[in-house]
Structure formats: C-alpha cells, structure tokens
C-alpha cells in the first residue's frame, strides 16, 4: 500500500507552538503512525508550498490512499489538482478527510456538498461507535473520551453517509456525525471529525487506530486505469455464442 498524507501546511507556518505537539507538522504527524501499519509500502507527505502542491498526476497514480487535511487555504488549492484526486477516487484510490477537510474543495467535489456545520472551539468531547460491525471501528471501544476539541455541530452540510460508524458529543450540547464512510465510483472515502490544529487529537491512541483502521478500509482492491475511464462508453467488441433454449436445457 503506498499512502500520501496532503496538509495545507498553513497553521503550522503562522502559530509555532502547534509544531510542539506535531513535529514536524500534523502531516508528518499522520505519517509516523501510517508507516506503522502492516502493509504499507510508501508513505509520502504532500504540502500547499510544494509545487503542483506535491500531488503532480505521478505521485497521484501512486497513490492508493489519500489522507487530506485542510482550513485556512481551502480556495488556493487549484481546482485542476481538484479535478485530478475526484478522477482518482473515481477509479479507486482511498481518500481519508480528517477534521476541517469538510470545507475543502476536493472533499466537497467528491461527495457534490456544501460541508457546511456549526462550531466552537474548546469544548470537551466523546465519540460513541454506533456501526461496531465496522472494520474501520475494529478495536474501538463501544464510547471513548476525545477530551478538549472543537465542536462540529449539526446540521452537517453532507449526503446520507452510505455507513455511519461513529457520532460525536460535546459539552456544548451538540451532537455530530463525527465518521462518515462513502463509496463513489470504485473510490472509498471516510470522513472523521477529531484534529483540530490548536488540540492534540492526533496523539490520541484511539484516534491513531481509527486512521490506521480507515487507511486499510478505503485501500483500493482494484484501481481501473486511466484508459478506462469511467465516464467511458466503450462498444463491447465480443459477445459469447448465442445458444438455443433447448441447447441450453442439453446442459442440464
């Protein structure tokens, strides 16, 4: 499995402090725990300040899973890169949108959605697994303390999750589908709500599993290639031998 973890690489420039929680940044951040997992071949960072935002349509083919973190520069992503992950989930390639990623334009062209909710900053929360069946909630317990986070509240500007694996609840009184799970074309994506850049979410144990387990559920089975797109009408060119019906019961 190769896996390419994508963050603006904004906040992390502007507020110092975040580095001491996130060496590095909340992308090297995800990768230290992605190259844990069995299975994994390659992992990558990708930031805004690199050029084609370090996502050329190379690295893209080379990529069977996508984790994406965005806030402050949703609209400096270009709408071409845009283009280029959508035609890749399409064909297959997993993509994992943690936290404000719901703004960004990639998870809003995927899914065809606003990403619209409500929030405010630090409240304390608990995740409750309410699809335990899940493979994404594989080791997780049935409700779990995230502690000091932002709230995302309802209504979530989404379509109805294809499965809904975990709910969110703040002291504020909000409650949030905090993991989304969606299946678009031959692509996989997953949504989860923890990772606020002012908060220490991705060091949280619990949340490390989840993206580990998300990482393994949207991985491709197969990826179709580009030739094949899937807005392609081929003519089928071989038909199998036409039989009669009593040739057909002959066989039986």
Not at 136 to 149: D, F, N, Q, R
Not at 201 to 229: D, G, I, M, T, Y
């Amino acid at each position: 499995m190769k896996v390419t973890i994508w963050n603006e690489n904004v906040h992390e420039q502007r507020e110092p402090e975040i580095l001491t929680w996130y060496p590095g940044g909340i992308h090297e951040t995800v990768a230290r725990f992605i190259k844990d997992m069995p299975g994994v071949e390659l992992v990558r960072t990708a930031t805004l300040q690199m050029p084609d935002c370090g996502l050329p349509q190379d690295v893209l083919e080379d990529t069977d899973v996508l984790f994406w973190w965005g806030h402050m520069a949703h609209k400096d992503v270009p709408d071409e890169l845009v283009e280029r992950v959508y035609e890749r989930v399409i064909r297959g390639m997993g993509l994992v949108v943690m936290h404000s990623g719901h703004l960004s334009k990639v998870f809003k062209r995927v899914l065809g959605c606003t990403g619209s909710l409500r929030w405010v900053d630090n409240t304390y929360g608990r995740i409750h697994t309410v699809m335990p069946s899940h493979p994404i909630a594989k080791g997780i317990p049935e409700h779990w303390e995230l502690g000091i986070e932002e709230t995302y509240g309802e209504p979530f500007g989404i379509p109805q999750p294809d499965e809904l694996i975990f709910i969110g609840w703040f002291d504020s009184g909000e409650v949030f589908r905090s993991g989304c799970a969606w299946y678009r074309g031959n692509g996989k994506i997953f949504y989860f709500q923890p990772g606020h850049e002012t908060n220490q979410s991705f060091n949280h144990p619990l949340v490390r599993k989840v993206l580990q387990n998300a990482c393994q559920w949207v991985a491709p089975c197969n990826v179709v290639p580009k030739e094949r797109s899937i807005w392609a009408c081929p003519e089928i060119s071989q038909t199998f031998e036409r039989k009669t019906f009593e040739e057909i019961l002959k066989e039986y």
